[in-house]
């Protein structure tokens, strides 16, 4: 017997409880994503609010390019997921079968 491989299994079993998801915290994936979405739609909807304010003079300059700044950040946050996600698909049709 191989005592490498022993160990490796040691370390293998020692290691696992961590990989594993915390029960009852309902984080999973899905809901990840979803709030993902959500935050973004909802930073989205503030920029747009605030843009429409100060075409109407109900809001300032400063809140109009805080907010455009804000809504900038965000998207280029989910381009820069869906890059990622795109790259991983690509990769996995890389892989041979």
Known sequence: MDIRALNAAQKYAAA????????GSGE????????????????FREGEETAKAAMIGEADPHALVQAL???????????????????????ILRMPV
Not at 29 to 35: K, M, W
Not at 69 to 91: C, F, M, S
């Open 16 to 23: 696992r409880p961590v990989t594993e998801p915390v029960p």
């Open 69 to 91: 700044a804000q809504t900038q950040l965000a998207v280029e946050a989910a381009v820069t997921v869906r890059d990622k996600v795109v790259e991983a698909y690509q990769e």
């Open 28 to 43: 999973g994936l899905s809901d990840v994503l979803g709030g993902a979405a959500q935050n973004f739609a909802q930073a």
